[in-house]
Nanobody
Framework: QVHLVESGGGLVQPGGSLRLSCAAS????????MGWYRQAPGKQRELVAA???????NYADSVKGRLTISGDIAKNTVYLQMNSLKPEDTAAYYC?????????WGQGTQVTVSS
């Protein structure tokens, strides 16, 4: 059984930084994409950033220039460096890893940006 475990969330002031990490407890074969999604109260879950096995990245327009995704497919890990955080970045952040057969989700880690 594979589990994705996120860490690194917390409370930070506007303008601050956090680094989220996600690691799989078991091996996931043939990964094609890893990503981070977020969901704020009363809103739909949205893609924040993703990286393919070939290294191509894409970001939500709202986070471009502030958040950076990186990953190590061999280690089944993915990271999200978050800088210049804003109150509107407050949400539960979920790790996602996909192979051709299914998608795996983490349990979520809360990020709160507030003074």
């Amino acid at each position: 059984q594979v589990h994705l475990v996120e860490s690194g969330g917390g409370l930070v002031q506007p303008g601050g930084s956090l680094r989220l990490s996600c690691a799989a407890s078991g091996s996931i074969f043939s990964i094609i994409r890893m990503g981070w999604y977020r969901q704020a109260p009363g809103k739909q879950r949205e893609l924040v950033a993703a990286i393919t096995s070939g290294g191509t990245t894409n970001y939500a327009d709202s986070v471009k220039g502030r958040l950076t995704i990186s990953g190590d497919i061999a280690k089944n890990t993915v990271y999200l460096q978050m800088n210049s955080l804003k109150p509107e970045d407050t949400a539960a952040y979920y790790c996602n890893v996909e192979n051709p057969w299914r998608a795996y989700w983490g349990q979520g880690t809360q990020v709160t940006v507030s003074s």
